[in-house]
């Protein structure tokens, strides 16, 4: 048991460790970065509605005894991250040294809600047997890559310096360290609050798709910018119905 804790954790790691393919941006130029951001958050809207719509809902469904209280928690993230980026605005004004946007924030906070929910389901996964918990973790990795670059260009878009945005980004990716944690010591019980948990997410990330990101990209002009943020959008929804073939 101890060595499929162990396994468990170190394929936690490695999906945290997922938030630095942000990276790469690194090597292109500031002016190039900002210029063709809007690319990566039109990655960000279809990867996080794909991720909701496609994932997260079906598997809340799924696991769920009552689909109308599923479908009210999926409405309550809604209305939850909207609270939240009410709050955050106002907190927003109070600081003029800050010029962060709100939305930077509200990433942050559900994709670490998100990681945490990632954390329980490998740990669950290798608990049923260390194959299945690897292939959990290759699915998770695989479904990680496009919507980490994605946060990485909303949060510098969001006002963030690279580094501060890479590094904040892993500091969120770790709660699903902790994730496993809890799903271990806590067992049944904690599996049980997963399906609490899951609608709320994508309540939250349709939210920060359709709310914020979706709103930015209406701000860029042109024929040529419009097709090529469909194109990157579609791109981000593939990625998410590629890795239900490997589920």
Same mark, same amino acid.
């Given at each position: ?41 039109? *990655? ?31 409405? *309550? ?14 907190? /927003? ?6 010029? =962060? ?26 608990? =049923?047997?260390? %194959? ?57 019980? %904690? ?33 040529? /910018?419009?097709?090529?943020? *469909? ?10 119905? %590629? ?5």
């Amino acid at each position: 048991m101890t060595t499929i804790y162990l396994y468990a954790f170190l394929s936690v790691l490695a999906v945290s460790l997922v938030s630095f393919a942000g990276v790469f941006t690194l090597s292109l130029r500031e002016e190039l970065l900002r210029k063709y951001i809007f690319i990566f958050i039109s *990655v960000a809207v279809g990867a996080l509605l794909g991720d909701a719509l496609i994932h997260l809902i079906p598997e809340a469904f799924e696991n769920s005894t009552n689909e109308i209280l599923t479908s009210t928690l999926v409405i *309550v993230g809604i209305l939850l991250f909207f609270i939240l980026e009410k709050f955050l605005h106002w907190h /927003h004004h109070g600081e003029d040294k800050e010029h =962060v946007h709100p939305v930077g924030k509200l990433v942050l906070f559900s994709d670490g809600v998100h990681n945490f929910m990632d954390g329980m389901i490998i740990a669950a996964s290798f608990l =049923v047997n260390p %194959a299945v918990g690897l292939a959990t973790t290759l699915a998770v990795i695989l479904h990680e890559i496009p919507q980490e670059v994605g946060d990485f260009a909303v949060l510098l878009h969001s006002g963030y310096t690279k580094k501060r945005a890479l590094w904040l980004n892993f500091i969120s990716a770790l709660s699903a360290l902790l994730g496993a944690a809890i799903f271990f010591v806590l067992g049944e019980m %904690a599996e049980k609050s997963a399906n609490w948990f899951l609608p709320i997410a994508a309540g939250g990330f349709i939210y920060i798709a359709v709310a914020d990101l979706m709103p930015e990209l209406q701000k860029t002009k042109g024929k040529k /910018h419009y097709v090529l943020q *469909v194109l990157a959008a579609i791109t981000g929804v593939l990625a998410m119905v %590629a890795l239900t073939l490997i589920e």
